[in-house]
């Protein structure tokens, strides 16, 4: 498999250095075409940037509405589709797929000293598979749009006279780009690592992204299972979910969570990674507590599975199971804490270097912190009752969602944009951008926090007046945080033609995925790399790079 | 520093038995978590100030933790979190266990109005009146989509889902009007499925019920539609049944035969009866009426006249509706009308 796929690009032996993977092939085709895992990596993050764009813009539709309380811009009906869209989009378009399917396709071969995936045609099918997914969902939308919120809960859904089908279809269909880049990822850690890297060896990144793989293995297919049947219920009458039909309501919540809750860290383990080896390179120090970061990703999936009931304390559910769904909740919070703390520890005695990476680490970990204590705060049941549903809720995962993920998706980009294009970006608009993003971020969402405490529950197109002016204050953040955005965007899509170009290891790292040039080449490696140590061991030499100290 | 933290904080008013609990572990939960974020903030911004970069090519020492700073990493926050537990499931229990001399009121949801009935008298749409400083407990159901009942002064939320009951209980402690809000997404109209449950001193309420135990004829058709699901309080007789009780009626007549203050009503209606003055008169809604308004006029030989005239004090159709209970007061008469009470065992939280 790894020899015929190899074998597709690599030009023949002794012809001089081989072309970089950007080189080999430059029309459209040999991109659509490829088996290359990198340009599969870049395919995926080009499309997921689009979405992210895409689910943007519906935000901002939201928070400009909510500039008003009473009925303003648009009606509730076209409120209520935009912020199903922005959920479905962000989450199933955006997040999911951002970190796994364009970091670790384009990352985790280079890490484990492989020439590609282990299934590079399955790898290309599943980008695919992801756009024709989303292009039925983005079908649904354009006629009609569904306004059952990205959850669907029943019965609401089940009867619902929106475009519910096409959009569910679509999110059926993009779970198998999920399932599949799952597998591809775990045979290939198993099978295609480097002669001498142990499974404690590993890059704490690859962990990350196995332990999500296991999630998207595992879990996937019931929500397939459960959207399926909303689909069916919605057009056909079908009876499973709704009770006018003889159906349970609350069956649908336990397992639209059962994948729903898992799949937050779907998207949060592959960003704890992204953290793990960015921070490493930073403090140019070896992580503090390897096998606890390690272990804990694990951990946080398994234990992951078991935690959903905390969706449903308001239900009507007994007291004894939500007892028990909080004390299982808790225990997520613990092992996110051993990362968080393993974290600061690996800035102990490092020799740190601030760039724009960095700053989006420093972001990272305090809206990892924050977003993840009032997770647990909302676990403690007495007061999710009065949180539930409410915008303490939006606060809390937009803390979690684009307040950690966001900031290490962009702590990826940056750090491992040399990587991808051999280039650099301007450093002092990285670093501009960066803070109006943070702080940005932190007046969206902490006057969302208080909105929550106040009492304002979410999915709201009027609102009392006593919430306007937490809302008014929200929308202002917001537009920061879409400003800091496009300024990224401008100055890295100038870097992909007129950057300067850079050496192999910019930033010096001793990450495993530099050992290849930057840009690698299609094969990664002229020769597979033995490995002798832990990836991130600076005590001998530390490498130079071209962001001199300060 | 109660009232310091929860302005701070942007909490509603504590107008429930139990918000004031609930907010203190709020206050606690909320100050622990800024403390640990600005602790790790903090401790991340001096080693990055202790621990800059000082020349290119610095190498750094291997560090890795010994077993007792990674239990401390784990101890730390287990304990923290389980004590954040152990306080808030001992609270959650209480907020979940109605005591068990509450007032129940049933409540039915639907796109996009709250349905209010109380088992022993009126129903209302969207305003729900209650005595302060009594346990209320609503037992509730929706008719379409799932729904949510959230006051939040009261620190209350419970789904009201389609096809069971779910129940929730509060006492509140202040008189005055608080917001209920939908908090569970239910369609176009959610954001403006509010109502307002008005909690009125005991004394007050009591007023409040009688009069509009009184005026139930008046509102057949008012704006206060009937709950579907509870037997309407309306069958004629049984208004009656009901003014009697709240006009004082019965406490010198009574319904089973026996002699009293008044005479009894039962098998009243067609009765000869012999007056005081000798004159013998048929027992017809005219006579009653009259007696209602004028008892005096025509008292009924060996009783007392007594009794204080309702001109006045009852309206026509109040009185149509106590004439009509007293005819229904036959001994041999066939018992129609609904069941009494819901005919399902609610639940309780214990």
């Not at chain 1, 096409?166 to 999920?178: C, H, R």
Request: charged share 15%; proline share 6%.
């Amino acid at each position: 498999m790894l020899r015929s796929a190899d074998g597709n690009h690599t030009l023949g032996a002794g012809a001089g250095p081989a072309p970089t993977y950007l080189r080999d092939g430059t029309t459209v085709l040999s991109w659509l075409n490829t088996r290359d895992h990198k340009r599969v990596g870049v395919m995926f993050l080009i499309s997921v940037v689009v979405f992210f764009f895409l689910g943007g813009s519906f935000a901002m539709a939201l928070r400009l509405k909510l500039l008003q309380p009473g009925p303003f811009l648009f009606d509730a009906l076209t409120y209520n589709r935009l912020f199903t869209l922005h959920g479905i989009v962000m989450i199933f378009f955006f997040m999911i797929p951002a970190i796994p399917s364009a970091f670790g396709n384009f990352l985790i071969p280079l890490m484990i000293g492989a020439r590609d995936v282990a299934f590079p045609r399955l790898n290309l099918f599943s980008f695919y598979v992801y756009l024709t997914g989303a292009a039925i969902a983005l079908w649904g939308m354009i006629h009609g749009g569904a306004d059952t919120g990205w959850t669907f809960y029943t019965p609401y859904s089940s009867t619902t006279s929106t475009q519910v089908f096409p959009i569910i279809l679509g999110l059926f269909v993009i779970g198998f780009s999920s399932i599949l880049t799952g597998i591809n990822f775990i045979v290939t850690v198993h099978t295609l690592r480097a002669p001498g890297l142990t499974w404690m060896r590993l890059p704490l990144f690859v962990w990350a992204t196995y332990a999500t793989s296991i999630i998207q293995v595992l879990a996937t297919p019931v929500l397939g299972l459960a959207l399926a049947v909303v689909g069916v219920e919605n057009v056909m009458g079908f009876g499973l979910f709704d009770p006018a039909r003889g159906g349970d309501p609350l069956l649908f919540q336990h397992l639209f969570w059962f994948y729903s809750h898992p799949a937050v860290y779907i998207m949060v383990l592959p960003a704890m990674g992204v953290i793990s080896e960015a921070i490493c390179t930073f403090a140019r120090k070896n992580p503090f507590g390897y096998k606890a970061i390690a272990m804990s990703s694990l951990g946080i999936a398994f234990v992951g599975f078991f935690a959903w009931g905390h969706h449903m304390f308001v239900t009507g559910q007994s007291g004894l199971t939500n007892g028990i769904f909080a004390v299982i909740s808790m225990l997520v919070g613990v092992f996110t804490a051993i990362k968080v703390f393993n974290w600061v520890g690996t800035l102990y005695r490092g020799a740190i270097l601030f760039t724009t990476p960095f700053l989006y680490i420093c972001g990272f970990l305090f809206f990892l912190v924050f977003g993840g204590m009032t997770g647990i705060a909302l676990a403690t049941v007495s007061l999710d009752v009065h949180w539930h549903d409410g915008y303490f809720v939006v606060a809390h995962f937009h803390f979690i969602m684009v307040g950690a993920v966001i900031m290490a998706f962009l702590a990826g980009l940056h750090y491992w944009f040399p990587k991808m294009f051999g280039r650099t970006y301007h450093e002092g608009w990285g670093l501009v951008a960066a803070t109006l993003i943070i702080l940005g971020f932190n007046a969206t969402f902490i006057p969302q926090f208080l909105l929550g405490n106040y009492g304002m529950p979410r999915r709201y197109y009027q609102y009392p007046e006593r919430f306007q002016a937490l809302n008014v204050a929200s929308t202002a953040g917001a537009s920061l945080l879409a400003f800091g955005l496009i300024i990224i965007v401008i100055y890295l899509t100038l870097a992909l033609r007129w950057g300067k170009r850079c050496e192999q290891n910019p930033w010096g790292s001793k990450g495993f995925e530099w050992m290849t040039p930057s840009p690698p080449p299609t094969h990664n490696f002229d020769e597979i790399p033995t490995i002798t140590q832990e990836p991130h061991d600076y005590r001998t030499h530390a490498p130079s790079g071209v962001f001199h100290a300060r | 520093m109660n009232e310091f933290l929860r302005r701070m904080l942007f909490l509603p008013e504590q107008a429930s038995s139990f918000a004031q609990d609930v907010d203190r572990l709020h206050y606690f939960v909320i100050l622990t978590t800024i403390l640990m974020s600005t602790a790790v903030g903090l401790c991340a911004l001096f080693f990055f100030v202790r621990y800059r970069r000082r020349s290119e090519h610095q190498t750094t020492p291997h560090v890795t933790p010994s077993a007792l700073v990674e239990a401390t990493f784990i101890g730390i926050p287990l304990a923290l979190f389980l004590l954040w537990f152990a306080i808030g499931y001992r609270e959650y229990v209480r907020q979940t266990t109605p005591p068990p001399d509450t007032m129940d009121v049933y409540v039915m949801a639907k796109k996009w109005m709250w349905k209010f009935a109380y088992p022993d008298g009126p129903n209302a749409v969207n305003v729900l009146r209650i005595p302060a400083n009594r346990p209320v407990r609503l037992l509730m159901t929706s008719q379409d989509v799932i729904h949510s009942f959230f006051v939040p002064s009261f620190r209350v939320k419970q789904d009201v889902v389609p096809g069971r009951y779910t129940q929730t209980w509060f006492e509140a402690t202040e008189p005055g009007r608080y917001e209920i809000l939908c908090a569970e997404y239910c369609g176009a109209g959610h954001s403006i499925m509010r109502g307002e449950v008005i909690v009125m001193k005991p004394e007050e309420y009591e007023d409040w019920l009688q009069g509009v135990r009184r005026g139930l004829a008046r509102r057949q058709d008012g704006t206060n539609t009937p709950l579907e699901f509870v037997p309407p309080a309306s069958s004629l007789s049984e208004q009656g049944r009901l003014i009697s009780i709240s006009a004082g009626c019965v406490k010198c007549h009574t319904v089973d035969g026996t002699r009293h203050i008044g005479p009894t009503w039962l098998d009243m209606y067609g009765r000869k009866e012999k007056m005081q003055n000798g004159q013998t008169v048929v027992i017809d809604e005219g006579y009653m009426t009259e007696s209602i308004m004028d008892p005096l006029a025509k008292i009924v030989a060996g009783y007392e006249p007594v009794m204080p005239s309702y001109q006045n004090k009852l309206a026509g159709p109040e009185i149509a509706a106590l004439v009509e209970y007293m005819k229904s007061l036959q001994s041999d008469a066939v018992k129609i009308g609904p069941p009494e009470g819901p005919v399902y065992a609610p639940i309780r939280g214990r």
